[in-house]
Every structure is written in structure tokens, then in C-alpha cells.
T-cell receptor, first 114, second 115 residues
């Protein structure tokens, strides 16, 4: 089945550690996105990528890093520089052809810093 | 700057009641897109509808309907005869046509439908 997978579903991290969240899609979508969701708030954009080997900062990129070496993969690293990393992280993708603008989301990863 | 406001933080209704979720947006663009997403307890966002700024026709899909009014910058969502399975967080979002087609989300409305 085509879709977006995120792993792990739950992730626990000690303060001061870097951690990488996985996002894979087999929809052949060009664009991919990372969002952060905090309780009672909407989603905020961390990073996005329109094509392989290119990515742009979103509204809250500080303390995060990404790579886009393959079309189907867009991993997010939460570094120790991120002051408050506990949140729900959602990955999304979108085709850039046919006038389609809606994004489709993965199941999310819930990160907790201990 | 673009902004989406969902003034209703939480709504509780009894099954079979109709419920309307409000969404007000701000943008300087003349061309933009509006969306509604549903987030059930599992956490994944489910796409419900897209509307572009040139199409003000209302849309109905089963028990769901959407009312887009550019004059008031609103894109409201109505669920008719609500069901327990409609319980979720609903997000309204706005996208421009600049590089990346980034989405700006409202804070969401929690809908609780009680049996």
C-alpha cells in the first residue's frame, strides 16, 4: 500500500542527546515536510524539501536538522540545542504535479525528553 | 503574514446534533488554498477538503459541508447529524502558492460527540 511511514511511534530521549526521527514515503511525492505539534496548538513547520538534496527552514528550525538524500526519505534530527523537544512530530508529503497542493500526513512520532 | 484563527477551542455535542466549526483566515494573497484536516485520537491528520480562493461554491460530502465566504474571510465546516466517530481535533489551514506551498494551521477545535 502507498503511504507515509514514521518510526518509531514513541521515542524517549535523555537531555543532551541527539535523536533522529524517520519518515519514508512510497507515494513518489517530490515535496516533504516536518511539523511539530504541541498540546492545544496547531502544527508548526520545522523544515521542508521540494526536491532531493534541497531543503528549506520553516518557522521553527532552530535545534533541528534534516537531510534529503533520497526522494522517499526525509529524516529529522532533534539536536541537544533544541530547548524543549518534547512534542508530537508529523511528517507530510505532497506531489508537485497536477496542481495538487494538499499534503498527506504520516502517523507521527511522539518524542519525550526524560 | 498569513494567519488562521479557530476561535472554538472545544465543542461538545450530543449525537445527531448538527455542529459548525469556525475558521477565519488572514492573507494578502489573491490566490490561496484553504483546507480542513481531521486528527482522530490516533494522531494522523486526515485530509478532508481543499478549496481555492477563486471557488466560493459551497461543497457537500455526505454529512459534511463547507461554507467559504471571501467577504468575511471565513471557511466554516458543518457536520450534520454528528456521530461519535466524528470526535476528533479538526484543523483549518491556509496555503499560498510561494515556493513549498507551506501550510499555516489554526490551533484546532476539539469536537466531542457524546452518545
Amino acid at each position: 500500500d502507498g503511504g507515509i511511514t514514521q518510526s518509531p511511534k514513541y521515542l524517549f530521549r535523555k537531555e543532551g542527546q541527539n535523536v533522529t526521527l524517520s519518515c519514508e514515503q512510497n507515494l513518489n511525492h517530490d515535496a516533504m515536510y516536518w511539523y511539530r505539534q504541541d498540546p492545544g496548538q496547531g502544527l508548526r513547520l520545522i523544515y521542508y524539501s521540494q526536491i532531493v538534496n534541497d531543503f528549506q527552514k520553516g518557522d521553527i528550525a532552530e535545534g533541528y536538522s534534516v537531510s534529503r538524500e533520497k526522494k522517499e526519505s526525509f529524516p529529522l534530527t532533534v539536536t541537544s540545542a533544541q530547548k524543549n523537544p518534547t512534542a508530537f512530530y508529523l511528517c507530510a508529503s505532497r506531489t508537485t504535479t497536477g496542481g495538487v497542493v494538499e499534503q498527506f500526513f504520516g502517523p507521527g512520532t511522539r518524542l519525550t525528553v526524560l | 503574514a498569513q494567519k488562521v484563527t479557530q476561535a472554538q477551542t472545544e465543542i461538545s455535542v450530543v449525537e445527531k446534533e448538527d455542529v459548525t466549526l469556525d475558521c477565519v483566515y488572514e492573507t494578502r494573497d489573491t490566490t490561496y488554498y484553504l483546507f480542513w484536516y481531521k486528527q482522530p485520537p490516533s494522531g494522523e491528520l486526515v485530509f478532508l477538503i481543499r478549496r481555492n480562493s477563486f471557488d466560493e461554491q459551497n461543497e457537500i460530502s455526505g454529512r459534511y459541508s463547507w461554507n467559504f465566504q471571501k467577504s468575511t474571510s471565513s471557511f466554516n465546516f458543518t457536520i450534520t447529524a454528528s456521530q461519535v466517530v466524528d470526535s476528533a481535533v479538526y484543523f483549518c489551514a491556509l496555503s499560498d502558492l510561494t515556493y513549498g506551498n507551506k501550510l499555516v494551521f489554526g490551533a484546532g477545535t476539539i469536537l466531542r460527540v457524546k452518545s
